[in-house]
């Protein structure tokens, strides 16, 4: 089903046939089919009550750094595991989480980062896994920022995101189109997997944004009203500055006619 894609804080990571494009040995696609599915990827940091003791007491925040979908949504019947590559500081900077499990890592530290996150699919997908890269953030940011601080407010940190299954297998195809649950994924009896099942098969945005999920059918299209406004702007600046560029011109023609003409007294 070929869709636009999203404008809210992301961007679309395409799988499937194209030039150069690596892919796994797989069964022949469905010709003509793409099939998109979103998640949400970022952080949440937290300042700690109390600096920790030894060796790690000039630990400052705690932080999580999660791969989701989007209001909750299940994504464990496409995504079977993500490895999240922390700085090499860390023990085991190298955490690899697979379903039913929560996509997520929980650590303490005191410095920014650049975090590495590796999605790998289903073996029904047939595809090679696909890296995203998330700068983690301890400190608020934006205009709100300093107020932020002493609120202590939690840093959060995300991006909406989208892949692309371009012609996917027959199979896999099947899966990602059946409404009906997943079968032997995001089920069990711990409280992670029934986290991973809060939310059911969709690719849809809800209608309205919560706290918890800022994405949603009347963000996006607050944000493509935004856009229509900035282009408008943009526009109005290029007319005004071609005007000047135009005058200018005039005004150089002027001179260059003019030059070594010495005007009668």
């Known amino acids: 089903m070929p869709r636009t894609p999203r404008t809210i804080d992301g961007k679309r990571v395409n799988i499937g046939p194209g030039p150069g494009r690596p892919r796994a040995d797989r069964e022949d696609g469905v010709q003509g089919k793409s099939v998109f599915r979103p998640f949400v990827y970022g952080s949440i940091a937290k300042p ?20 989701r979908g989007v209001n909750g949504a299940d994504i464990t019947y496409w995504v079977k595991k993500v490895q999240f590559k922390l700085h090499e500081t860390y023990t085991n900077s190298l ?44 400190h608020p940011y934006g205009e709100d920022r300093e107020a932020a601080k002493e609120r202590k407010d939690p840093v959060i940190s995300q991006l909406y ?36 099942i809060t939310g059911s ?12 999920n800022p994405y949603s059918a009347r963000a996006e299209v607050h944000e493509l009203d935004r856009l229509k406004e900035a282009k408008k702007e943009v526009d109005s600046l290029i007319v005004e500055e071609r005007a000047k560029l135009e005058e200018r011109d005039q005004e150089l023609r002027e001179l260059r006619e003019n030059e070594g003409v010495v005007k009668a007294k």
């Open 201 to 212: 098969r969709t690719a849809e945005l809800p209608i309205q944004s919560t706290p918890e």
């Open 48 to 67: 700690l009550e109390r600096r920790l003791s030894h060796p790690c007491e000039e630990h400052t925040h705690r932080w999580t750094v999660f791969v």
């Open 95 to 138: 955490r690899t989480i697979e379903a039913p499990n929560p996509f997520e890592v929980t650590e303490t530290g005191w410095g920014e980062f650049e975090i590495t996150i590796k999605l790998f699919f289903t073996p029904e997908a047939g595809e090679k896994s696909q890296s995203i890269y998330h700068q983690l953030k301890l």
């Open 161 to 196: 995101d989208e892949v692309v299954f371009n012609e996917p297998s027959e199979t896999f195809y099947d899966i990602l189109t059946n409404e009906a649950p997943p079968t032997g994924r995001g089920k069990g009896n711990s409280k992670g997997a029934k986290q991973r």
